[in-house]
């Protein structure tokens, strides 16, 4: 360590080296201090690593559950600890703790297996001795029969210490019995604790299971959500595109305050779209401007650029638009289809009220400054319609009026 003059320690690396005089001869030392402070040792970098990754784990939103190769749990933050509602000092090592329950299992069985030999051998001990005292009772029951009368006291002598080694051997054959049956006792709790052990164990690693299939279902969603989500963001896309094909086309005509032709066009394929979606009626009216003069004169953009109608009749297309977009609901598709041909779509009404609704148009026209009338055709929508067939019948339909009216 170095020492500078402001008190701070500094961690130096010091080679030193001889300077050699023209003798050879040592003539004084050199020493090199290299700065280690700002390097890091291998082992100080992973306690660095170590502890980033644990903060990193501990801050995340997402549950982390680390296992190694056997499927035993070595890690757990906070967010397992929220999604499972087990705390991380339960959750960690759980198939350790089922083996240490199957092996304590496994050893009391083995204590019960020899306790069990044990009692045995201890019947067989009793048995032996059941059997020793039988004989000294025959023993003692042929000395007392015997003709030996007259040595009769030596007889009863050794009757007495026959049954008495009889009684002996009885008592400890019992008391044999007794420890074989306690050994058994033991033996059969021995057996009931290993088996607890075992259920318990097998629950541990149930629990576990479940717990990784309740991850992977999750991790599943996960994906299906990305998935959707990629969708919904291609979707988006595909409305900002659409939304910028549309900023490009002019909207609103100058010249009548209709929608222009291109984008009425694109508005009416939305609204045939949607209307059969919902379940709602469609009515396409196409509205033509009776009585409209020759002599051109720029009067408005509607179908590609300027539209030219006659000097005279100019105010009366302007009328018309003006009676169409007052006289139908606030949100009646009204597009400037030609010079002075209208397109009209009208939902949620069928032929006969919208029929009175643009006679009504057309009376407020006739009644107006510059005085003008509307024929219309008309054609409802049905299943299997486009823009196409729908417009080609309300087209046919006013043609038809046409010709009637001579």
């Known amino acids: 360590m170095f020492r500078h003059g402001d008190g701070r320690a500094v961690p130096v690396r010091c080679s030193v080296s001889l300077v ?3 003798t050879s001869e040592p003539a004084d030392v050199a020493a090199l ?3 280690l402070s700002g390097q890091v040792s291998a082992g100080e970098y992973r306690v660095r690593a170590e502890l980033a990754r644990q903060r990193v784990l501990e801050t995340a939103t997402d549950a982390y559950v680390g296992m190694d190769a056997d499927g035993i749990v070595l890690e757990w933050n906070a967010a397992a600890e929220r999604l499972f509602g087990y705390p991380a000092r339960e959750a960690a090592g759980t198939r350790q703790v089922a083996d240490r329950r199957d092996r304590a299992g496994d050893r009391r ?7 069990d030999e044990v009692a045995d051998a201890r019947d067989l001990a009793g048995a032996s001795r059941d059997d020793a005292a039988a004989r000294w009772d025959d023993v003692a029951d042929r000395a007392e029969a015997g003709p030996q009368a007259d040595d009769a006291g030596a007889a009863r002598d050794r009757t007495r210490a026959a049954r008495l080694g009889a009684a002996l051997d009885r008592a400890d054959a019992l008391q044999d019995r007794r420890a074989g049956a306690g050994e058994r006792a033991q033996a059969v709790d021995d057996r009931r604790v290993a088996l607890a052990d075992r259920v318990a164990g097998a629950a541990g690693r149930l629990g576990s299971e479940l717990d990784r299939n309740i991850a992977l279902a999750d991790r599943g969603s996960g994906a299906g959500e990305r998935a959707l989500a990629g969708g919904d963001r291609r979707v988006s896309q595909g409305d900002r595109e659409a939304s910028s094909d549309d900023r490009q086309l002019p909207w609103v005509d100058c010249a009548t305050g209709a929608y222009t032709r291109a984008a009425g066009m694109m508005e009416l394929s939305r609204v045939v779209t949607r ?3 919902e379940g709602q009626q469609l009515l396409l009216v196409v509205v033509q401007v009776d009585h409209v003069g020759t002599d051109a ?5 509607a179908a590609s650029g300027p539209a030219r109608v006659g000097r005279s009749t100019a105010a009366l297309v302007r009328a018309a638009s003006a009676a169409l977009r007052s006289g139908l609901r606030s949100y009646d598709l009204v597009l400037r289809y030609e010079d002075s041909t ?4 009208l939902t949620m009404l069928d032929l006969v009220a919208a029929s009175a609704r643009l006679a009504r148009v057309s009376e407020s026209l006739a009644g107006g400054d510059p005085r003008g009338s509307l024929t219309f055709g008309a054609a409802a929508l049905v299943p299997d319609d486009s823009v196409e067939t729908v417009m080609a019948r309300a087209h046919a339909d006013l043609q038809d009026k ?3 009216m001579g």
């Open 109 to 115: 069985d083995l204590a019960a297996d020899d306790r």
């Open 20 to 22: 050699t005089g023209t």
């Open 297 to 301: 004169a720029v009067v408005g953009g």
């Open 342 to 345: 209208f397109v009209c779509a």
């Open 275 to 277: 209307c059969p979606r």
């Open 402 to 404: 046409h010709r009637r």
């Open 33 to 35: 201090l290299t700065d």
